[in-house]
């Protein structure tokens, strides 16, 4: 039996639709997915705390409790970047440990955390803490393609992770450029080396993702992320329906309650139809783009591209840029694609091609990565590239976040006068001016006008 995470109700929508399905929205399906049967929900994390704050005006811990509260027979996940959390720094232990405390006591069972380098020490916090108070952690391995993330890599990084103290692994392919037979390769090696439960979170838009989760799960995978039709496809995961048939009578069989599913086709292509018709969602979104097997470019990354080269009146450089990307990311230590790295080889890649001598102009977020502020580079980074971007600057060996200060306790000092909770301080670290606003219009709402005058 293959059991099954949904999660039309998180990645599903930030894949689609840049996270904009609403509480309300969310609270409603997952009434009815409790009892569908599945393994977990993806519920929280991500980009939805971003943009709960940033474009909703929603309370993200509101968020999860009404969820919590629809779903009392299922676990609920989430998905955070280690010590980066749902943001995009390194943060200090004591709100490392803060925030996974309160995501337990608000409503979350299992929470899967991913860093971007695969250096575990970024991850030593999140693990540490979400099993003391309680919670499942599963570690996720970023996958991608190089001459060094080789089967060996991924099987050596599994012991790793099983030693951290980890209850499951994730293979987490977020460009969806893992193919059947990598698949099987590596989940066969996988499951003979490591203990643990492995499951595999992918994306559509190449067009193979099927036929991987296929191969993976005749490989002997564990679990397996798809998304509620027609919350699917494209730049989402598999169809949860589609699977579920596939391997209908088979030893595979997830044994989905089909019943309650039909329950939540409706409303899932209600919500499919708004956000169409109000233009949050790009019918582009669906269609899949088999190039990223050459270029290894998330659809995510890909996207933010074409807005840089259409702000600067480049498309024509676009073969370029893309051309680019892979040269950028060998002389980085092949980093794999995924948040922050992406966008940060994204748009060092378009800065080389655009200025005319690469690397003459660099984004800081580069200067901080050769610095060693986001971890250790996967192979080696470039000498010559380093010398001319950062000089003979000293590069930090040590884990990150062990030169951060403590500054929960500061935080909740500074905004005494506003912050309510544990979990207004947490908003308030995580997005520091963005909290700021929304939680002075929760506690002191602007009058109807006020309002009214914000959105014409």
């Given at each position: 039996?293959?059991?099954?995470v949904e999660?039309?109700?998180?990645?599903?929508?930030?894949s689609l639709f840049?996270t904009?399905?609403?509480t309300?929205e969310?609270?409603?399906l997952?009434k009815?997915y409790?009892?569908v049967?599945?393994?977990?929900?993806?519920?929280?994390g991500g980009?939805?705390?971003?943009?709960?704050l940033?474009?909703?005006?929603?309370d993200?811990?509101?968020?999860?409790?009404?969820?919590?509260?629809?779903?009392p027979?299922?676990k609920?996940?989430?998905?955070?970047?280690?010590?980066?959390?749902?943001?995009?720094?390194?943060y200090?232990?004591d709100?490392?440990?803060?925030f996974c405390?309160k995501?337990?006591?608000n409503?979350i069972?299992?929470?899967?955390?991913?860093?971007a380098?695969?250096?575990?020490?970024?991850?030593k916090?999140?693990v540490?803490s979400?099993k003391?108070?309680?919670?499942?952690?599963?570690?996720?391995?970023s996958y991608?393609?190089?001459?060094i993330?080789t089967?060996?890599?991924y099987?050596n990084?599994?012991?790793?992770i099983?030693a951290?103290?980890?209850?499951?692994?994730?293979?987490?392919?977020?460009?969806?450029?893992?193919?059947p037979?990598?698949?099987?390769?590596l989940?066969s090696?996988?499951?003979?080396n490591?203990?643990?439960?492995i499951e595999?979170?992918?994306?559509?838009t190449a067009g193979?993702?099927?036929?991987t989760y296929?191969?993976?799960i005749?490989a002997?995978?564990d679990i397996v992320d798809t998304?509620l039709?027609?919350?699917?496809?494209?730049t989402?995961?598999?169809?949860?329906?589609?699977?579920?048939y596939?391997l209908?009578g088979?030893e595979?069989?997830?044994?989905?309650n089909?019943?309650?599913?039909?329950?939540a086709?409706?409303i899932v292509?209600?919500?499919?139809?708004?956000?169409?018709?109000?233009g949050?969602l790009?019918?582009?979104s669906?269609q899949?783009?088999?190039n990223?097997?050459?270029y290894q470019v998330p659809?995510g990354?890909?996207s933010?591209m074409?807005?840089q080269?259409?702000?600067q009146?480049?498309?024509?450089k676009y073969?370029?840029?893309?051309?680019e990307?892979p040269r950028?990311r060998?002389?980085?230590g092949y980093p794999p694609?995924v948040t922050?790295l992406?966008?940060?080889?994204?748009?060092?890649s378009?800065l080389?091609?655009l200025?005319?001598?690469r690397?003459k102009?660099?984004?800081?977020?580069?200067?901080?990565?050769?610095?060693g502020?986001?971890g250790?580079?996967p192979?080696?980074?470039?000498?010559?590239i380093k010398?001319k971007?950062?000089g003979?600057?000293?590069?930090i060996t040590?884990?990150?976040?062990?030169l951060l200060e403590?500054e929960y306790e500061?935080?909740k000092e500074?905004y005494?006068?506003?912050?309510?909770s544990d979990?207004d301080?947490?908003?308030l670290?995580?997005?520091e001016?963005?909290?700021?606003d929304?939680?002075?219009?929760k506690y002191?709402p602007?009058?109807d006008?006020d309002?009214?005058?914000m959105?014409?």
């Amino acid at each position: 039996m293959v059991k099954i995470v949904e999660t039309s109700v998180r990645d599903g929508h930030q894949s689609l639709f840049a996270t904009r399905m609403t509480t309300e929205e969310v609270v409603k399906l997952c009434k009815i997915y409790d009892n569908v049967g599945y393994h977990a929900i993806e519920v929280w994390g991500g980009a939805t705390f971003d943009a709960c704050l940033r474009f909703l005006n929603e309370d993200p811990w509101e968020r999860l409790r009404a969820v919590r509260k629809a779903c009392p027979n299922t676990k609920l996940q989430m998905l955070f970047r280690g010590q980066n959390i749902l943001g995009y720094r390194h943060y200090s232990d004591d709100v490392v440990d803060m925030f996974c405390k309160k995501s337990i006591e608000n409503g979350i069972d299992i929470i899967r955390v991913f860093d971007a380098l695969n250096d575990l020490r970024n991850l030593k916090t999140a693990v540490e803490s979400t099993k003391k108070y309680g919670g499942e952690c599963q570690i996720a391995l970023s996958y991608t393609t190089s001459p060094i993330h080789t089967i060996d890599y991924y099987v050596n990084l599994a012991k790793e992770i099983e030693a951290l103290g980890a209850d499951s692994i994730c293979i987490k392919d977020m460009a969806g450029v893992l193919l059947p037979d990598d698949a099987t390769a590596l989940v066969s090696a996988l499951k003979k080396n490591s203990k643990l439960p492995i499951e595999l979170h992918s994306h559509c838009t190449a067009g193979i993702c099927e036929m991987t989760y296929m191969a993976a799960i005749k490989a002997g995978i564990d679990i397996v992320d798809t998304s509620l039709s027609p919350l699917s496809n494209g730049t989402a995961q598999p169809s949860t329906q589609a699977l579920n048939y596939a391997l209908k009578g088979s030893e595979y069989d997830p044994k989905l309650n089909v019943e309650e599913i039909h329950k939540a086709e409706p409303i899932v292509t209600e919500i499919v139809n708004k956000y169409l018709k109000n233009g949050l969602l790009n019918p582009k979104s669906f269609q899949i783009n088999p190039n990223i097997l050459t270029y290894q470019v998330p659809g995510g990354m890909l996207s933010n591209m074409i807005k840089q080269l259409t702000d600067q009146g480049a498309m024509d450089k676009y073969e370029e840029v893309l051309k680019e990307i892979p040269r950028v990311r060998k002389e980085m230590g092949y980093p794999p694609l995924v948040t922050p790295l992406s966008q940060m080889v994204g748009t060092q890649s378009v800065l080389n091609i655009l200025g005319g001598e690469r690397y003459k102009l660099c984004a800081k977020e580069i200067k901080d990565y050769l610095h060693g502020k986001y971890g250790k580079s996967p192979a080696p980074v470039d000498e010559d590239i380093k010398k001319k971007i950062i000089g003979d600057d000293k590069v930090i060996t040590c884990r990150p976040a062990d030169l951060l200060e403590p500054e929960y306790e500061t935080l909740k000092e500074k905004y005494k006068d506003l912050a309510r909770s544990d979990e207004d301080v947490l908003s308030l670290a995580l997005f520091e001016q963005v909290a700021v606003d929304f939680l002075t219009n929760k506690y002191n709402p602007k009058s109807d006008s006020d309002e009214f005058e914000m959105y014409i």
